[in-house]
């Protein structure tokens, strides 16, 4: 009976998804939210290897590296900071960190604001004013792990700005044996879109940049445009983007859906745009500002989401916080309860 009661909630929850029927926020899910860092947490990315998890968020000088307890337990056993700002350019700001292991080799993306004598003023396509602004400034980056060893040291291997465009939250997306940068660009101030661009390898960037989302919706551009924090999402032969949508301290921060719907990832007439936003506050459960999301694949097949939120509505009197919650399929589509 409670494996039926789950699949039918689960179904109803895929609907409500689909139609907009509902507001998606006030329908509980069997799997409840559960913060797992209260102090502090934002852009939080968990991956696990060899039997051990490891912890990194957004700290701003720097970048950190925790080994942990477990993925729901954020009790540290080792930590080490592998990175500062005031290197390689980097004057600060260094935002949204994540691990990757491709190869043999341990690779982090994040993003950064550089001093302005060191690297090239970035190119906001569609910028009305060209007055100096930091956003010009900030661009993604590549350390690469100079042994297996995650704790171990890492080399800066570059800037990664697909067609000059200055840019944040940069991640990584696999298909058919290629590597993908997708990241949001400024197009303008306050003006943030989705890009991707073909991969040489995981620190060199091949071809054109090509825009696959843009702010369109209503609940995409509450105080002011954004489509940021893509985190890719793998689930049998489908891929999906989820992207945060809306200004973080809006109010409305939440996150939409892109659907691969064919093989060309190159081609914006791929990804289908969720009309609905998929993921967002949840009043009931003091749970608010959610968004920037990253994903957890577990050996035993389960599928966990990652990301911030703060316990309250006012952004200014409130951390963000690391959050956990197993993720559902309808199929091989994701329902966010």
């Not at 689960?10 to 509902?22: K, P």
């Not at 910028?127 to 080399?155: I, M, P």
């Not at 035993?300 to 919650?325: L, P, Q």
Request: aromatic letters at 16%; glycine letters at 8%; one cysteine or more.
């Amino acid at each position: 009976m409670a494996a039926l009661l789950k699949s039918v909630s689960v179904f109803l929850a895929f609907i409500i998804q689909i139609t907009g029927i509902f507001s998606l926020p006030f329908i509980p899910g069997e799997e409840f939210d559960k913060p797992i860092d209260t102090d502090d947490g934002g852009d939080p990315f968990i991956v696990e290897d060899n039997g051990n998890t490891y912890y990194t968020f957004t700290t701003g000088g720097g970048i950190d590296i925790r080994k942990i307890v477990s993925y729901n337990d954020t009790t540290v056993i080792e930590q080490k900071t592998v990175y500062w700002a005031g290197n390689d350019g980097i004057d600060g700001q260094i935002w949204a960190p994540e691990i990757h292991k491709i190869g043999n080799r341990w690779y982090i993306t994040a993003c950064a604001l550089f001093r302005k004598d060191c690297v090239e003023k970035g190119r906001m396509p569609e910028a009305k004013s060209f007055e100096e602004h930091d956003d010009y400034y900030r661009y993604g980056f590549v350390l690469e792990s100079k042994t297996e060893d995650v704790f171990g040291e890492y080399e800066f291997k570059g800037i990664l700005a697909p067609d000059g465009l200055n840019n944040i939250d940069g991640t990584y997306l696999k298909k058919d044996g290629k590597l993908y940068y997708i990241c949001s660009a400024y197009v303008d101030i306050a003006h943030q879109c989705i890009y991707i661009c073909e991969m040489e390898n995981p620190y060199t960037l091949t071809g054109n940049a090509v825009m696959i989302s843009r702010p369109e919706y209503k609940w995409e551009k509450n105080g002011w445009y954004v489509n940021e924090g893509p985190a890719v999402l793998y689930k049998g032969d489908k891929i999906y983007i989820i992207y945060s949508a809306s200004g973080y301290s809006s109010g409305e921060y939440c996150m939409g859906m892109l659907t691969l719907k064919n093989n060309d990832v190159m081609n914006p007439k791929s990804w289908l745009k969720n009309i609905n936003k998929v993921y967002a506050k949840k009043p009931y459960d003091s749970i608010y500002h959610t968004g920037h999301c990253s994903f957890l694949y577990r050996d035993n097949g389960e599928t966990f989401m990652v990301y911030h939120a703060t316990d309250n509505k006012d952004f200014t009197k409130s951390r963000r916080c690391t959050y956990i919650r197993k993720l559902e399929f309808f199929g091989d589509f994701p329902v966010f309860m």
